[in-house]
């Protein structure tokens, strides 16, 4: 068992950039929404704020999701796989949309005939969700 804040952080084994892949999982329906990823502030301001906060690699910030989008992930559980290497996030999806694109999942492609098709509708028109701005 892992007890003080140090040593639970110190357990992962993050990559070179100090990033760990997280995995948010509908804690109701165990459907896979996204991933992204975290650095040791947003893991530790997730558990604080009980809610999903990531790290954008492309922005090289900090980002609480549902920020813009109002789409906010309400956290119930944090697991570490058995290699300490991923974290899953069991979330409450508020508003149903976890996709930039306005879908549900991020997961919406299926491969078929070796093409990628998409096969979830989208919920919400992402430029009624951001404007243009994602």
Known sequence: MIGSDKDWL???????DG???????DATSGDILMMAWMNEEALRLTVAENRAIYYSRSRRKLWRKG??????QQLHEI???CDADVILLKVTQEGGIACHT???SCFY???AD???QPVDPVLKD???????GH
């Open 10 to 16: 110190s357990a992962i084994r993050w990559d070179a």
């Open 19 to 25: 990033l760990v892949p997280a995995i948010a999982q």
């Open 67 to 72: 920020e813009s989008s109002g789409h906010v």
């Open 79 to 81: 697991r570490l796989d």
């Open 102 to 104: 306005g879908r549900r």
């Open 109 to 111: 492609l299926k491969l």
């Open 114 to 116: 070796l093409r990628w």
């Open 126 to 132: 992402p430029e009624a969700i951001y404007g243009g």
